[in-house]
Protein backbone atom coordinates (compact mmCIF):
# COMPACT_ATOMS: atom_id res chain seq x y z
CA UNK A 1 0.00 0.00 0.00
CA UNK A 2 1.38 3.39 -1.17
CA UNK A 3 0.80 6.78 0.56
CA UNK A 4 -1.57 7.50 -1.41
CA UNK A 5 -3.84 4.54 -1.26
CA UNK A 6 -2.96 4.96 3.01
CA UNK A 7 -4.51 8.28 2.28
CA UNK A 8 -7.61 7.74 0.43
CA UNK A 9 -8.44 4.90 2.98
CA UNK A 10 -7.57 7.46 5.63
CA UNK A 11 -10.14 9.60 3.90
CA UNK A 12 -13.11 7.78 5.32
CA UNK A 13 -12.18 9.07 9.13
CA UNK A 14 -12.89 12.50 8.02
CA UNK A 15 -16.20 14.18 9.29
CA UNK A 16 -17.48 15.35 5.86
CA UNK A 17 -15.84 14.65 2.45
CA UNK A 18 -16.64 13.60 -0.96
CA UNK A 19 -16.45 10.16 -2.63
CA UNK A 20 -15.94 8.34 0.79
CA UNK A 21 -15.62 4.36 0.97
CA UNK A 22 -15.81 2.95 4.05
CA UNK A 23 -16.51 5.86 6.95
CA UNK A 24 -14.52 4.52 10.30
CA UNK A 25 -17.33 1.57 11.46
CA UNK A 26 -15.26 -0.49 13.54
CA UNK A 27 -18.24 -3.21 13.15
CA UNK A 28 -18.75 -3.37 9.05
CA UNK A 29 -18.09 -2.29 5.63
CA UNK A 30 -20.07 -2.26 2.86
CA UNK A 31 -17.78 -2.71 0.21
CA UNK A 32 -19.03 -5.13 -2.81
CA UNK A 33 -18.41 -8.67 -2.24
CA UNK A 34 -15.18 -9.83 -4.19
CA UNK A 35 -15.15 -12.77 -5.84
CA UNK A 36 -14.27 -16.58 -3.76
CA UNK A 37 -11.15 -16.84 -5.41
CA UNK A 38 -9.93 -13.17 -4.23
CA UNK A 39 -11.30 -13.86 -0.93
CA UNK A 40 -9.64 -17.01 -0.71
CA UNK A 41 -6.69 -15.46 -1.31
CA UNK A 42 -6.64 -12.47 1.03
CA UNK A 43 -7.34 -15.20 3.79
CA UNK A 44 -4.79 -17.13 2.98
CA UNK A 45 -2.32 -14.36 2.88
CA UNK A 46 -3.10 -12.89 6.32
CA UNK A 47 -3.05 -16.77 7.61
CA UNK A 48 0.55 -17.02 5.93
CA UNK A 49 1.96 -13.41 7.43
CA UNK A 50 0.75 -14.74 10.58
CA UNK A 51 3.12 -18.22 10.35
CA UNK A 52 5.96 -16.40 9.12
CA UNK A 53 5.36 -13.70 12.54
CA UNK A 54 5.66 -17.03 14.52
CA UNK A 55 8.80 -17.94 12.87
CA UNK A 56 9.91 -14.32 13.10
CA UNK A 57 10.53 -13.39 16.60
CA UNK A 58 13.68 -13.93 19.07
CA UNK A 59 13.61 -15.29 22.44
CA UNK A 60 11.88 -12.42 23.90
CA UNK A 61 8.99 -13.03 21.41
CA UNK A 62 9.88 -9.80 20.35
CA UNK A 63 9.96 -9.21 15.99
CA UNK A 64 13.17 -9.36 14.47
CA UNK A 65 14.28 -7.14 11.80
CA UNK A 66 12.94 -7.74 8.45
CA UNK A 67 13.29 -5.64 5.27
CA UNK A 68 11.38 -2.15 5.66
CA UNK A 69 9.07 -3.17 2.87
CA UNK A 70 8.36 -6.73 4.13
CA UNK A 71 7.35 -5.33 7.90
CA UNK A 72 5.23 -2.51 5.73
CA UNK A 73 3.61 -4.96 3.56
CA UNK A 74 2.64 -7.50 6.82
CA UNK A 75 1.36 -4.14 8.49
CA UNK A 76 -0.62 -3.62 6.08
CA UNK A 77 -2.46 -7.21 5.57
CA UNK A 78 -2.93 -6.75 9.20
CA UNK A 79 -4.34 -3.47 8.83
CA UNK A 80 -6.58 -4.81 5.94
CA UNK A 81 -7.67 -7.29 7.93
CA UNK A 82 -8.41 -4.70 10.87
CA UNK A 83 -6.09 -7.03 13.04
CA UNK A 84 -4.40 -3.92 14.66
CA UNK A 85 -2.40 -4.68 17.55
CA UNK A 86 -0.13 -7.25 14.63
CA UNK A 87 0.04 -4.16 12.21
CA UNK A 88 1.12 -1.94 15.00
CA UNK A 89 3.06 -3.81 15.91
CA UNK A 90 5.22 -4.00 12.30
CA UNK A 91 5.04 -0.23 11.99
CA UNK A 92 6.68 0.13 15.24
CA UNK A 93 9.66 -2.21 14.65
CA UNK A 94 9.90 -0.86 11.37
CA UNK A 95 10.23 2.73 13.24
CA UNK A 96 12.53 1.12 15.43
CA UNK A 97 14.78 -0.78 13.42
CA UNK A 98 14.76 2.07 10.40
CA UNK A 99 14.45 5.39 11.85
CA UNK A 100 15.80 7.12 9.28
CA UNK A 101 13.60 5.73 6.56
CA UNK A 102 11.51 7.97 4.89
CA UNK A 103 8.68 6.38 4.91
CA UNK A 104 8.29 6.57 9.32
CA UNK A 105 5.63 9.21 8.76
CA UNK A 106 3.19 6.64 6.70
CA UNK A 107 4.05 4.18 9.50
CA UNK A 108 2.87 6.81 11.92
CA UNK A 109 0.02 7.90 9.99
CA UNK A 110 -1.31 3.83 9.65
CA UNK A 111 -0.48 3.81 14.39
CA UNK A 112 -2.92 6.42 14.54
CA UNK A 113 -5.31 5.50 11.61
CA UNK A 114 -5.39 1.76 13.44
CA UNK A 115 -6.15 3.67 16.85
CA UNK A 116 -9.03 5.92 15.52
CA UNK A 117 -10.59 3.08 13.43
CA UNK A 118 -10.67 0.96 17.08
CA UNK A 119 -11.61 4.64 19.49
CA UNK A 120 -8.84 4.32 21.39
CA UNK A 121 -9.25 8.16 20.45
CA UNK A 122 -6.66 9.54 22.92
CA UNK A 123 -3.87 7.44 21.59
CA UNK A 124 -5.00 8.67 17.83
CA UNK A 125 -4.47 11.95 18.94
CA UNK A 126 -1.26 11.26 20.79
CA UNK A 127 -0.16 9.93 17.86
CA UNK A 128 -1.18 12.48 15.00
CA UNK A 129 0.33 15.32 17.20
CA UNK A 130 3.71 13.26 17.11
CA UNK A 131 3.23 13.14 13.04
CA UNK A 132 2.56 16.69 13.13
CA UNK A 133 5.55 17.52 15.59
CA UNK A 134 7.70 15.63 14.01
CA UNK A 135 7.04 15.47 10.00
CA UNK A 136 5.21 18.63 9.72
CA UNK A 137 6.17 19.11 6.25
CA UNK A 138 5.32 16.11 4.60
CA UNK A 139 1.82 15.12 3.29
CA UNK A 140 1.56 12.92 6.21
CA UNK A 141 2.03 15.31 8.80
CA UNK A 142 -0.73 17.54 6.90
CA UNK A 143 -3.13 14.19 7.35
CA UNK A 144 -2.20 13.76 11.07
CA UNK A 145 -3.19 17.24 11.63
CA UNK A 146 -6.47 17.15 9.90
CA UNK A 147 -7.17 13.85 11.58
CA UNK A 148 -6.23 15.25 15.15
CA UNK A 149 -9.31 16.99 14.78
CA UNK A 150 -11.35 14.14 13.75
CA UNK A 151 -10.00 12.54 17.42
CA UNK A 152 -11.13 15.66 19.25
CA UNK A 153 -14.26 15.22 17.68
CA UNK A 154 -14.62 11.81 18.71
CA UNK A 155 -13.30 12.74 22.31
CA UNK A 156 -16.38 15.09 22.66
CA UNK A 157 -14.08 18.11 22.20
CA UNK A 158 -15.61 19.94 19.04
CA UNK A 159 -14.13 23.61 20.12
CA UNK A 160 -10.86 21.92 19.91
CA UNK A 161 -11.29 20.13 16.76
CA UNK A 162 -12.68 23.28 15.11
CA UNK A 163 -9.43 25.31 15.87
CA UNK A 164 -7.10 22.49 14.62
CA UNK A 165 -9.15 22.55 11.16
CA UNK A 166 -8.61 26.28 11.07
CA UNK A 167 -5.21 25.81 11.86
CA UNK A 168 -4.84 23.33 8.79
CA UNK A 169 -6.68 26.09 6.42
CA UNK A 170 -4.22 28.78 7.64
CA UNK A 171 -0.63 26.51 7.59
CA UNK A 172 -2.06 24.62 4.35
CA UNK A 173 -4.14 26.83 2.38
CA UNK A 174 -3.64 24.91 -1.15
CA UNK A 175 -3.54 21.27 1.21
CA UNK A 176 -5.08 18.48 -0.14
CA UNK A 177 -7.46 18.10 1.94
CA UNK A 178 -8.18 22.36 2.08
CA UNK A 179 -11.94 22.19 0.90
CA UNK A 180 -12.96 19.76 3.22
CA UNK A 181 -11.22 21.29 6.04
CA UNK A 182 -13.45 24.09 5.39
CA UNK A 183 -16.58 21.91 5.72
CA UNK A 184 -15.92 19.95 8.08
CA UNK A 185 -15.20 23.24 10.37
CA UNK A 186 -18.44 24.50 9.50
CA UNK A 187 -20.26 21.07 11.23
CA UNK A 188 -17.61 21.46 13.94
CA UNK A 189 -18.65 24.69 14.91
CA UNK A 190 -22.49 23.88 14.88
CA UNK A 191 -21.84 20.50 17.16
CA UNK A 192 -19.78 23.36 19.71
CA UNK A 193 -22.80 25.23 20.09
CA UNK A 194 -20.94 27.87 17.93
CA UNK A 195 -23.59 28.65 15.14
CA UNK A 196 -22.79 32.38 14.36
CA UNK A 197 -19.21 31.45 13.48
CA UNK A 198 -20.50 28.63 11.44
CA UNK A 199 -22.59 30.63 9.50
CA UNK A 200 -19.45 32.76 8.90
CA UNK A 201 -17.53 30.43 7.69
CA UNK A 202 -20.33 29.23 5.31
CA UNK A 203 -20.14 32.81 4.00
CA UNK A 204 -16.20 32.48 3.55
CA UNK A 205 -16.32 28.79 2.51
CA UNK A 206 -18.63 29.93 -0.67
CA UNK A 207 -16.51 32.76 -0.97
CA UNK A 208 -13.28 30.93 -1.74
CA UNK A 209 -14.90 28.21 -3.69
CA UNK A 210 -17.80 30.02 -5.38
CA UNK A 211 -19.13 27.76 -8.77
CA UNK A 212 -17.80 24.47 -7.44
CA UNK A 213 -19.39 21.68 -5.48
CA UNK A 214 -17.45 22.78 -2.49
CA UNK A 215 -19.69 26.29 -2.46
CA UNK A 216 -22.64 24.31 -3.23
CA UNK A 217 -22.29 21.86 0.06
CA UNK A 218 -21.23 25.15 2.11
CA UNK A 219 -25.24 26.18 1.21
CA UNK A 220 -26.29 22.97 2.00
CA UNK A 221 -24.74 23.07 5.65
CA UNK A 222 -26.64 26.62 5.96
CA UNK A 223 -29.88 24.73 4.92
CA UNK A 224 -29.70 21.96 7.28
CA UNK A 225 -28.79 24.64 10.18
CA UNK A 226 -31.68 26.34 9.66
CA UNK A 227 -33.71 23.66 9.87
CA UNK A 228 -31.63 22.33 13.31
CA UNK A 229 -32.47 26.00 14.40
CA UNK A 230 -35.99 25.89 13.32
CA UNK A 231 -35.69 28.95 11.05
CA UNK A 232 -37.88 27.84 9.09
CA UNK A 233 -38.40 31.23 7.15
CA UNK A 234 -34.96 30.74 6.27
CA UNK A 235 -34.76 27.53 5.26
CA UNK A 236 -37.06 27.31 2.95
CA UNK A 237 -35.16 30.59 1.19
CA UNK A 238 -32.27 29.18 1.41
CA UNK A 239 -33.52 25.37 -0.31
CA UNK A 240 -34.58 27.31 -3.18
CA UNK A 241 -31.37 28.73 -3.32
CA UNK A 242 -29.90 25.46 -3.15
CA UNK A 243 -32.33 24.34 -5.66
CA UNK A 244 -30.96 26.36 -8.47
CA UNK A 245 -27.47 25.26 -7.79
CA UNK A 246 -25.93 22.49 -9.87
CA UNK A 247 -26.03 19.00 -8.84
CA UNK A 248 -22.64 17.59 -10.15
CA UNK A 249 -20.16 15.32 -8.87
CA UNK A 250 -19.15 16.00 -5.15
CA UNK A 251 -22.18 17.80 -4.23
CA UNK A 252 -23.13 15.38 -1.28
CA UNK A 253 -26.61 16.07 -1.30
CA UNK A 254 -29.06 15.64 -4.03
CA UNK A 255 -32.14 17.74 -5.32
CA UNK A 256 -34.67 15.07 -3.53
CA UNK A 257 -33.40 16.19 -0.41
CA UNK A 258 -33.25 19.51 -0.78
CA UNK A 259 -36.61 19.48 -1.56
CA UNK A 260 -38.00 17.30 1.34
CA UNK A 261 -36.09 19.88 3.91
CA UNK A 262 -38.04 22.70 1.96
CA UNK A 263 -41.40 20.85 2.07
CA UNK A 264 -40.33 20.08 5.83
CA UNK A 265 -39.84 23.41 6.83
CA UNK A 266 -43.05 25.26 5.55
CA UNK A 267 -45.05 21.82 7.14
CA UNK A 268 -43.41 22.80 10.04
CA UNK A 269 -44.11 26.69 9.62
CA UNK A 270 -48.06 25.84 9.46
CA UNK A 271 -47.87 26.56 5.66
CA UNK A 272 -49.93 23.20 5.22
CA UNK A 273 -51.25 23.81 1.44
CA UNK A 274 -47.62 25.05 0.21
CA UNK A 275 -46.17 22.35 2.08
CA UNK A 276 -48.51 19.71 0.35
CA UNK A 277 -47.32 20.87 -3.15
CA UNK A 278 -43.64 20.66 -1.98
CA UNK A 279 -44.23 16.98 -0.94
CA UNK A 280 -46.08 16.22 -3.58
CA UNK A 281 -43.48 17.54 -6.41
CA UNK A 282 -40.82 14.89 -4.63
CA UNK A 283 -41.32 12.34 -7.04
CA UNK A 284 -41.54 8.68 -6.14
CA UNK A 285 -40.07 4.97 -6.57
CA UNK A 286 -39.49 1.91 -5.38
CA UNK A 287 -35.31 3.34 -4.57
CA UNK A 288 -36.38 6.79 -3.49
CA UNK A 289 -35.98 7.45 -0.01
CA UNK A 290 -36.96 11.30 0.25
CA UNK A 291 -39.92 10.38 -2.07
CA UNK A 292 -41.12 7.21 0.13
CA UNK A 293 -41.16 10.04 3.10
CA UNK A 294 -42.87 12.02 1.31
CA UNK A 295 -45.61 9.54 0.50
CA UNK A 296 -45.35 8.97 4.11
CA UNK A 297 -46.23 12.96 5.04
CA UNK A 298 -48.83 12.98 2.05
CA UNK A 299 -50.94 10.10 3.83
CA UNK A 300 -51.28 12.33 6.96
CA UNK A 301 -51.67 15.85 4.90
CA UNK A 302 -53.80 15.08 2.10
CA UNK A 303 -57.63 15.67 1.97
CA UNK A 304 -60.16 15.87 -0.71
CA UNK A 305 -59.27 15.08 -4.47
CA UNK A 306 -55.56 15.25 -3.37
CA UNK A 307 -56.56 12.03 -1.31
CA UNK A 308 -56.64 10.17 -4.94
CA UNK A 309 -53.94 11.50 -5.69
CA UNK A 310 -51.58 10.45 -2.71
CA UNK A 311 -53.47 7.01 -3.08
CA UNK A 312 -52.86 6.44 -6.74
CA UNK A 313 -49.02 7.23 -5.98
CA UNK A 314 -48.63 5.15 -3.11
CA UNK A 315 -50.47 2.30 -5.30
CA UNK A 316 -48.28 2.77 -8.34
CA UNK A 317 -45.24 2.37 -6.33
CA UNK A 318 -46.77 -0.81 -4.29
CA UNK A 319 -47.20 -2.65 -8.05
CA UNK A 320 -43.73 -1.64 -9.23
CA UNK A 321 -42.03 -3.52 -5.43
CA UNK A 322 -44.35 -6.44 -6.49
CA UNK A 323 -43.10 -6.88 -9.81
CA UNK A 324 -39.73 -7.16 -8.78
CA UNK A 325 -39.84 -9.19 -5.49
CA UNK A 326 -37.85 -11.46 -7.02
CA UNK A 327 -35.46 -9.03 -6.44
CA UNK A 328 -36.11 -9.21 -2.47
CA UNK A 329 -35.82 -12.92 -1.44
CA UNK A 330 -35.90 -14.31 2.42
CA UNK A 331 -33.83 -16.97 3.11
CA UNK A 332 -32.33 -18.30 5.90
CA UNK A 333 -35.75 -17.47 7.60
CA UNK A 334 -35.71 -19.45 10.60
CA UNK A 335 -32.37 -17.85 12.02
CA UNK A 336 -33.36 -14.69 10.99
CA UNK A 337 -36.51 -15.58 13.05
CA UNK A 338 -35.15 -16.45 16.11
CA UNK A 339 -32.65 -13.75 16.06
CA UNK A 340 -34.99 -11.10 15.57
CA UNK A 341 -37.55 -12.56 18.27
CA UNK A 342 -35.10 -12.87 20.69
CA UNK A 343 -34.07 -9.29 20.44
CA UNK A 344 -37.21 -7.29 19.39
CA UNK A 345 -35.88 -6.65 16.08
CA UNK A 346 -37.78 -6.54 12.72
CA UNK A 347 -36.97 -9.42 10.69
CA UNK A 348 -37.21 -7.40 7.51
CA UNK A 349 -35.11 -5.00 8.52
CA UNK A 350 -32.39 -7.42 9.04
CA UNK A 351 -33.26 -8.35 5.74
CA UNK A 352 -32.62 -4.99 4.12
CA UNK A 353 -29.34 -4.81 5.90
CA UNK A 354 -28.09 -8.63 4.74
CA UNK A 355 -29.29 -7.52 1.16
CA UNK A 356 -27.27 -4.19 1.24
CA UNK A 357 -24.21 -5.84 2.85
CA UNK A 358 -23.39 -9.22 0.96
CA UNK A 359 -26.68 -9.59 -1.36
CA UNK A 360 -27.29 -13.06 0.78
CA UNK A 361 -23.87 -14.35 -0.14
CA UNK A 362 -22.32 -16.43 2.65
CA UNK A 363 -18.63 -16.32 1.33
CA UNK A 364 -18.63 -12.40 1.06
CA UNK A 365 -15.45 -10.23 1.84
CA UNK A 366 -14.96 -6.63 1.47
CA UNK A 367 -11.64 -4.98 1.17
CA UNK A 368 -11.60 -3.93 4.81
CA UNK A 369 -11.86 -7.59 6.23
CA UNK A 370 -15.16 -7.80 6.78
CA UNK A 371 -16.76 -10.75 6.31
CA UNK A 372 -20.31 -13.03 5.39
CA UNK A 373 -24.09 -12.60 4.77
CA UNK A 374 -23.38 -9.54 7.86
CA UNK A 375 -20.42 -8.45 6.97
CA UNK A 376 -18.41 -8.09 10.00
CA UNK A 377 -15.46 -7.27 11.01
CA UNK A 378 -13.67 -9.47 13.61
CA UNK A 379 -12.85 -7.46 16.17
CA UNK A 380 -16.58 -6.08 16.07
CA UNK A 381 -17.39 -9.88 16.18
CA UNK A 382 -15.59 -10.82 19.14
CA UNK A 383 -17.05 -7.78 20.76
CA UNK A 384 -20.48 -9.20 20.37
CA UNK A 385 -20.12 -13.15 20.43
CA UNK A 386 -20.15 -13.64 23.80
CA UNK A 387 -23.47 -12.06 23.90
CA UNK A 388 -24.83 -14.81 21.45
CA UNK A 389 -22.87 -17.50 23.19
CA UNK A 390 -19.53 -17.80 20.86
CA UNK A 391 -16.42 -17.47 22.46
CA UNK A 392 -12.75 -17.31 20.46
CA UNK A 393 -14.59 -16.35 17.22
CA UNK A 394 -12.00 -17.12 14.00
CA UNK A 395 -12.17 -14.52 10.83
CA UNK A 396 -13.42 -18.02 8.92
CA UNK A 397 -16.21 -18.80 10.68
CA UNK A 398 -17.83 -15.32 10.31
CA UNK A 399 -18.68 -17.11 6.46
CA UNK A 400 -21.48 -19.23 8.43
CA UNK A 401 -24.70 -18.17 7.98
CA UNK A 402 -26.02 -18.74 11.16
CA UNK A 403 -22.98 -17.38 12.90
CA UNK A 404 -23.05 -13.59 10.93
CA UNK A 405 -26.91 -13.68 11.73
CA UNK A 406 -26.47 -14.65 15.09
CA UNK A 407 -23.51 -11.73 15.84
CA UNK A 408 -24.82 -9.49 13.86
CA UNK A 409 -28.36 -9.59 15.40
CA UNK A 410 -26.53 -8.82 18.60
CA UNK A 411 -24.77 -6.20 17.37
CA UNK A 412 -27.86 -4.51 15.90
CA UNK A 413 -29.78 -5.16 18.94
CA UNK A 414 -27.17 -2.98 20.42
CA UNK A 415 -27.46 0.02 18.33
CA UNK A 416 -31.64 -0.41 18.56
CA UNK A 417 -31.15 0.24 22.16
CA UNK A 418 -28.69 2.74 21.84
CA UNK A 419 -31.46 4.76 18.97
CA UNK A 420 -34.89 3.92 20.02
CA UNK A 421 -37.09 3.72 17.29
CA UNK A 422 -34.81 5.14 14.88
CA UNK A 423 -34.03 2.83 11.82
CA UNK A 424 -32.04 5.21 9.74
CA UNK A 425 -29.61 5.86 13.17
CA UNK A 426 -29.40 2.11 13.27
CA UNK A 427 -28.40 1.48 9.62
CA UNK A 428 -26.13 4.29 9.31
CA UNK A 429 -24.49 3.22 12.66
CA UNK A 430 -23.91 -0.34 11.54
CA UNK A 431 -22.03 1.71 8.20
CA UNK A 432 -20.77 4.49 9.73
CA UNK A 433 -20.23 4.24 13.46
CA UNK A 434 -22.45 4.56 16.42
CA UNK A 435 -19.99 7.84 17.91
CA UNK A 436 -20.79 9.21 14.74
CA UNK A 437 -24.63 8.98 14.88
CA UNK A 438 -24.74 10.25 18.41
CA UNK A 439 -23.08 13.49 17.10
CA UNK A 440 -25.51 13.11 14.13
CA UNK A 441 -28.74 12.74 16.02
CA UNK A 442 -27.87 15.46 18.56
CA UNK A 443 -26.93 18.17 15.33
CA UNK A 444 -29.76 17.26 13.67
CA UNK A 445 -31.89 18.22 16.74
CA UNK A 446 -35.24 16.63 15.20
CA UNK A 447 -36.62 13.54 15.59
CA UNK A 448 -37.68 13.48 11.57
CA UNK A 449 -35.72 10.55 9.93
CA UNK A 450 -35.09 12.73 6.81
CA UNK A 451 -33.79 15.59 8.62
CA UNK A 452 -31.33 13.05 10.52
CA UNK A 453 -30.56 11.72 6.98
CA UNK A 454 -29.42 14.90 5.59
CA UNK A 455 -26.91 15.16 8.45
CA UNK A 456 -25.38 11.96 8.03
CA UNK A 457 -21.48 13.34 7.76
CA UNK A 458 -20.37 10.37 5.38
CA UNK A 459 -21.35 10.27 1.88
CA UNK A 460 -21.41 6.57 1.31
CA UNK A 461 -23.45 6.26 4.84
CA UNK A 462 -26.19 8.49 3.46
CA UNK A 463 -26.43 6.60 0.16
CA UNK A 464 -26.20 3.24 2.67
CA UNK A 465 -29.06 4.77 5.12
CA UNK A 466 -31.23 5.25 1.67
CA UNK A 467 -30.85 1.57 0.33
CA UNK A 468 -31.44 -0.26 3.53
CA UNK A 469 -34.44 2.06 3.99
CA UNK A 470 -35.65 1.31 0.12
CA UNK A 471 -35.14 -2.32 1.13
CA UNK A 472 -37.30 -2.71 4.09
CA UNK A 473 -39.91 -0.62 2.32
CA UNK A 474 -40.04 -3.47 0.04
CA UNK A 475 -39.88 -6.17 2.39
CA UNK A 476 -42.77 -4.93 4.63
CA UNK A 477 -44.62 -4.41 1.64
CA UNK A 478 -44.06 -8.13 0.93
CA UNK A 479 -43.58 -10.18 3.70
CA UNK A 480 -45.39 -10.40 7.17
CA UNK A 481 -43.91 -10.49 10.10
CA UNK A 482 -43.34 -14.57 10.31
CA UNK A 483 -41.16 -13.50 6.86
CA UNK A 484 -44.59 -15.04 4.51
CA UNK A 485 -45.14 -13.59 1.31
CA UNK A 486 -48.19 -11.55 1.35
Do not use: C
Not at 164 to 178: L, V
Not at 391 to 414: F, H, K
Not at 463 to 477: D, E, H, I
Not at 480 to 486: P, Q
Amino acid sequence: MNIRQLLSSLSLLVTLGAGQANPANPAVNSARPLTGSVQSANDGTLASVRRSDDNSRGADKKLLRLSPAEHLRRANVYMTNRAFEEAREHWRAFIDYYPQDGRVPEALLGIGRSYLQSRRNAEALSTFDQLVRDHGSTEEGREGLNFSAAALLRMGNPSDAAERYAQYIDRFPQGERIDTAHLNIIDTLREAGRSREAIAWIGRTRLRFAGTPTETNALFARLRLDVAEGDWQQAAVTADELSRKRFQKGVLTTPSEAAYLKAYSLDRAGKQREALNAYLAIPDAPGSYYGWLATERLDVLAAGPTRNLVSDRSEGIHSQIVAAVAQYPAPYRQSILKTAKAHKLDPRFILAIIRQESVFRPTAKSPAGARGLLQLTIDAARKYAPGAGLNGLGENELYRPETSILVGGEYLADLAKMFPNMLEAVAASYNGGEDNVARWVKRAKHKDPGVFTAEIGFEETKGYVQKVMANYRAYRQLYTAELVRK
